[in-house]
């Protein structure tokens, strides 16, 4: 059997680990695909367990400093996976918080040191240039017996994963960040020891007063500060995963015999009827079966005002109650929930890969070995180039200081923590303003469509229909035409349905029992009361039932944005009523600023021309196809696609998901419970429509974000890797001091991460 599994990592330091650990574990036999993220430090697995484990994995990547996270799962009410995944998440947290604290201590204990080699050395310059009081020979000779030790306790304290960087490397073959580090930071000290200890004897070939320590000091220290830094604030990138994970509620109060009893809430089953008090939060999902209040539901779907919840209203886990007391009836428990759906997904996005991240991959695959190829001809043409202008002395130094700084100042980490950490953020931030993103790629497309498709009904209107007005004509009069349309649309799940149904409870008006009840797609439906058959629908069911009649005669409301529904025997057309469904007050602005955006607003639509066109005259709405059966709203969008458009459209997630589908983003509009969410690319929680703007934004910002970091990290390798070869040196005397490569390393990673997290701040 082949199962998907992710799995938390251990060990990763820089996006050249998440190329080896692929590599090596795509060699396995039995694994099919992998995946590994460096943002969130997860890796997707698909594998054969009959071929292969995760404990193989692990025998694997051990040697090379990783290790899968893999947990025994207690089962939780969730299944064993799903737990085992959050218990791992968790646990990786505390411990990654515990790492981050050790690095803390490290970095404090050898900052000092890095600050006293520093003092040093400025003071050797400007001393020099007499610019401050010189050394003496005494201070001279205590300063640079001090600096061997520095550079000796830096080495084996905060510098021991880059010495392992180098022994993996000469041991496996295998090269990541830490061997460039570790290489570029032990040469110079060995070099530096060597002139140390061979001091006379070297001093007619070597230029014995340049050595550099410093280097290996300074270069260490900033690395660890940078490392910090990064870690620290790369946590924060993840906040909104912990936040949902606390929403999540531990116990729940249910009826047991008769009896209220306090129970662990993966104990409650579907059915339970649960009690929820003043100001505690739902556990799971369920329908309010006694008493009402206000729930706070803005943890879900970003919506600040508390909800009214009456009896029949679906309550969702998570969300938490005001002041009211009332009773519901679970029906979503574990794994089921909204709230544990959404979870997964945001998970599953923040983990997933975007498609602008592919060259990025590439290029770090090969990163690290085409930098050490260089930091080799650098240090090659220093020598070769160098002896006939400042002897075999000066041309060893150049050579070294070229090497060392190419090492330390290439940094493929800056690049791939690129990608990842905004989309982390961006998806984040969304979760935290109910628009659920399904994976990375949905929010590059939608920044890149140019189409906005919204389907009326629900989307743009409130989907909440009111009957308007009814007309008999022929021999019944209204009371009998509600009667039996309300008969006939009691079975339906319409939204027009809905309307008459309710207009016929209002008026006390009986609905009867029908047989051979059955929709007509796109068109209405019918039934039999007592033994005549009756249609129900719009203009198509007339005309299907060659019922001449003349559809000018409905244009007085339709043009007022009215849905007519009209009822019909085989023969006769016996009445007509009017819904109308009110336009979301929201709509004429998103609209609006969707056309800010750039973004085209088409609008899809079964229902009548002149009813659809009114209110996409009234909204805005670019183009509207009207009277379109369902299965032709898909092949509207894919005529669209072939003419070269990026479309998104934007439904109710049921029964639009084919045309959600079709298009290249699928934005689906989820109410309450019943939300569609895994068919959707996008899931904007609640109803409310200028979700959609902030959706759209909010790819704007992330893919902004994610393009400022790639142009930086590019630039600064770009940049960087020659100026620290000295390339420049012969026109501009310009050659990047490693100490100062250490430092320019250390900050470009850090400067990518807060680079994204700003992401965060931004208004949608
Ligand atoms: P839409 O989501 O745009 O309403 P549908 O395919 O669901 O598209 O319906 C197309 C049209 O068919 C509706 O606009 C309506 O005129 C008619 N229709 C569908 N279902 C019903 C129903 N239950 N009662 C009356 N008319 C219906
Ligand atoms: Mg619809």
């Known amino acids: ?130 610019l401050v009081v010189p050394m003496s020979d005494t ?81 260490l220290s900033f690395v660890a500060l940078g490392k910090y830094l990064e870690a620290k604030s790369k946590i924060k990138t993840g906040d909104a995963i912990e936040k949902l994970l606390g929403l999540q509620v531990k116990t729940a109060l249910v009826i047991r015999n008769g009896k209220e009893e306090e129970v662990n809430v993966n104990q409650v089953v579907s059915g339970d009827v649960v009690i929820i008090k003043p100001g505690s939060k739902i556990p799971v999902d369920g329908e309010v079966i006694e008493g009402k209040s206000f729930i706070d539901e803005s943890m879900i779907t970003g919506e600040p005002i508390p909800v009214e919840k009456n009896i029949d209203a679906q309550v969702v886990a998570g969300t938490i109650n005001t002041t009211g007391t009332f009773n519901f009836r679970a029906t979503k428990i574990g794994s089921e929930t909204l709230l544990s759906h959404i979870i997964k997904m945001v ?88 628009i659920l993103v399904k994976d990375a790629a949905t929010l590059e497309t939608l920044y890149k469509a140019n189409i906005i498709m919204v389907d009326k009904t629900g989307t743009i209107t409130k989907g909440k229909p009111e009957l308007t007005k009814v007309q008999a004509l022929g021999n019944k009069n209204e009371k009998d035409i509600i009667s039996i349309l309300a008969t006939l649309e009691s079975k339906s799940e319409h939204p027009i349905a809905q309307a008459i149904v309710n207009y016929a409870k209002e008026k006390n008006i009986d609905i009867k029992s029908i047989s051979n009840f059955e929709i007509i797609k796109g068109k209405g439906l019918k ?25 000018e005669s409905l244009e007085q409301e339709t043009k007022q944005g009215k849905t007519p529904v009209l009822l019909a025997d085989k023969n006769t057309l016996l009445g007509i009523v009017f819904v109308a469904d009110p336009i979301k007050p929201e709509a004429i602005e998103t609209v609006k600023t969707l056309h800010k955006l750039q973004k085209k607003v088409l609008m899809l639509s079964g229902d009548n021309k002149n009813t659809a066109e009114y209110i996409a005259k009234i909204v805005g709405i670019d183009k509207v196809f009207a009277e379109v059966m369902p299965d032709d709203k898909l092949n509207i969008i894919k005529d669209l696609q072939m003419k070269g458009n990026i479309v998104a459209m934007v439904g109710d997630g049921v029964n639009d998901a084919p045309a959600l589908a079709q298009a290249n983003v699928g934005i689906a509009m989820g109410t309450g419970t019943d939300v569609a969410i895994e068919s959707a690319g996008i899931t904007l929680l609640g109803g409310d429509i200028s979700k959609l703007v902030k959706a759209v934004k909010l790819s704007k910002i992330t893919m902004r974000g994610i393009k400022q970091n790639l142009f930086w990290a590019f630039i600064y390798n770009i940049v960087g890797i020659p100026l620290a070869g000295g390339v420049f040196y012969p026109v501009f005397g310009w050659l990047l001091s490693p100490a100062f490569a250490g430092f320019a390393m250390a900050m470009s990673s850090v400067s990518v991460v807060l680079n994204s997290l700003r992401i965060k701040a931004k208004k949608l």
Request: charged share 15%.
């Open 139 to 219: 201070m001279y000779r205590f300063f640079h017996h001090l600096l061997p030790l520095f550079a000796m306790y830096i080495l084996i304290t905060i510098g021991k994963p880059y010495l392992l960087g180098i022994y993996r490397f000469f041991r496996h073959g295998k090269a990541n960040m830490d061997t460039l580090i570790g290489l570029g930071t032990t040469v110079a000290f060995v070099y530096s020891f060597i002139l140390s200890a061979f001091d006379p004897v070297l001093a007619p070939y070597l230029n014995v007063d340049y050595k550099y320590y410093d280097v290996t000091i300074v270069v």
């Open 347 to 434: 998970e599953e996005a923040q983990g997933s890969k975007a498609p602008i991240q592919a060259l990025v991959d590439k290029i770090s695959s090969v990163f690290v070995p085409v930098v050490l190829g260089l930091a080799i001809i650098a240090f090659g043409g220093w020598l070769y180039f160098g002896v006939s202008i400042f002897g075999l002395g000066g041309a060893l130094g150049f050579a070294i200081v070229a090497f060392v700084g190419i090492l330390v100042i290439a940094c493929p980490c800056a690049l791939g923590l690129a990608t990842p950490t905004a989309i982390i953020v961006g998806v984040g931030k969304g979760a935290k303003e109910g």
């Open 527 to 551: 039934g039999t009361i007592g033994d005549t058959e009756y249609f129900a629908g719009n203009l198509k069911i007339i005309s299907d039932l060659n019922i001449s009649y003349n559809p």
């Open 1 to 130: 059997m082949n199962i998907p599994n992710i799995y938390k990592i251990k060990g990763m330091r820089c996006v050249s680990c998440a190329s080896i650990i692929e590599r090596t574990i795509k060699k396995i036999d039995g694994v099919e695909s992998v995946s590994v993220n460096n943002g969130t430090e997860n890796a997707k697995i698909s594998f054969n367990t009959e071929k292969t484990s995760p404990e193989m994995f692990n025998q694997k990547l051990e040697p090379l400093g990783y290790s899968l996270v893999l947990q025994t799962a207690e089962g939780m009410g969730m299944t064993e996976n799903e737990h085992a995944k959050h218990l791992g998440l968790h646990q990786s947290k505390k411990e990654k918080l515990k790492e981050i604290n050790e690095m803390k201590n490290g970095v404090l204990g050898v900052l000092p040191l890095a600050g006293i080699s520093i003092f040093i050395k400025g003071w050797e310059i400007f001393g020099k240039y007499n």
